[in-house]
């Protein structure tokens, strides 16, 4: 007897019901459980027809086991905030599949990733290339993740930065902005908390601003701006060159 | 008497239905104007209300120019394939109006970026910190592109390559392969074309056959690994790092 189970490790975008790719929504819609974080998980709850099993932070490996087992013979959506494979739990799906040697029916449905839903808010940061970059340091050392902040510094990429603080490592936001303004003086960056959600807040704000009041959550993204990065009437526009080809 | 007019700046995702967003499909369907180059103007035809109007490469400023003016009276959507703050339209737009003082009414909807489309096919080769580049030296001088590349390398970042080759300029893609070969070697790469639309294909290939092949066009992505990027059964992925803090 074949097994009828399958996996989807579903990205639910920024939070907003609109911002959900329609292939996201059917997969929950379609499932027999929905396994995610609490946070996820209320952002679909309304479209789930199955059960739900939701945990808290840190509980990754265990939701990752849970929903593969239960995937042997159920369809099952495990949720993930934004894409799956952008500091989401796709990679370690994967990981634990291969290291276990499990045979699942698995398929990863990409989202919109935060600084999709955010760059918007804000005109259009990013435009061109590149570099994202979060600060938590709890899977990745912090000299690593020092290394590539300035290394992007100096190939004058817009940067994303992810994750920029929480309660447990306040430190690290500081330490990255110190970085920015050694490299690019006390600039100004955006910074978006609760994209395309409740609690939504935008603003620019400068280097040591950032460093010196509480605006920035594990909720919010920063765009760094690159030399050509304008910012004007409260938005920041990083031009993709048409002006030195065109005339806009 | 007030204008009705809206501007919508959308994000049609890589090309099938299933990856584009509910706000871009409600906003391509209450359009009185669907403006886009052909080929993004293809995925979401059958959509279409009210009119269409489809132009070819490089007339990005003259479709800008004809999209804000209709959106003074009417409803327009400016299709934009992936996301339009990603090497895509969105910048142009803000340019365009800042520099005009024209009073618009408009508003972007992200979409899912060629880099989330791409990664589940080849498994999770992002999956964390990563840089991405655009290889078009349209817009950008060669120099840039290439100080870009090879402080990503240094920064031990994965790299999404987009726009990697075109028919009027292979020879940047031969340098950025020999770029990415001086720093880590003859590593192999990801390669996604077409992702998630008709004509898909991906390959796990030797940067030295990324040159010699002629596999590589502009609809494809490409995605350099970092360090810790492993390789195995056809699939790419880069760990999160949990199994240096957990047993996965």
Chains 1, 2 share one sequence.
Not at 1 to 14: A, C, D, F, H, T
Not at 145 to 153: D, N, Q, T, V
Not at 185 to 207: L, P, S
Not at 225 to 246: A, C, D, Q, W
Request: charged fraction near 25%; include cysteine; charge should be positive.
């Amino acid at each position: 007897m074949r097994s009828q189970g399958k996996l989807y490790i579903v990205g639910i975008g920024p939070g907003c019901r609109e911002l959900m790719t329609l292939k996201a929504k059917k997969a929950i819609e379609s499932s027999d459980y929905v396994i995610g974080h609490k946070r996820y998980v209320d952002f679909v709850r309304d479209l789930v027809k199955g059960k739900i099993i939701e945990s808290g932070m840190g509980r990754e490996v265990e939701r990752v086991r849970l929903a593969v087992e239960l995937a042997k013979n159920n369809v099952v959506s495990l949720v993930s905030g934004g894409d799956p494979c952008v500091y989401g739990i796709a990679p370690l799906v994967i990981e634990y599949i291969q290291s276990k040697g499990v045979s699942v029916d698995y398929e990863i449905i990409p989202g919109v990733s935060a600084l999709n839903s955010a760059s918007p808010l804000l005109g259009s940061p990013i435009s061109g290339d590149h570099a994202v970059v979060s600060l938590s340091d709890l899977l990745v050392p912090w000299e690593i993740i020092e290394r590539r902040l300035r290394k992007a510094l100096e190939g004058d990429f817009v940067i994303a930065i992810y994750n920029p603080s929480s309660r447990k490592r306040k430190g690290n936001l500081e330490k990255a902005m110190k970085i920015v303004m050694e490299h690019r003086g006390d600039v100004f960056v955006g910074v978006v908390k609760n994209a395309c959600r409740e609690g939504e807040e935008v603003r620019i704000m400068k280097c040591s601003e950032v460093i010196s009041s509480d605006f920035v959550d594990m909720s919010t993204i920063i765009f760094v701006p690159n030399s050509e990065t304008v910012i004007k009437n409260g938005m920041m526009l990083t031009p993709r060159g048409y002006s030195r080809k065109y005339e806009v």
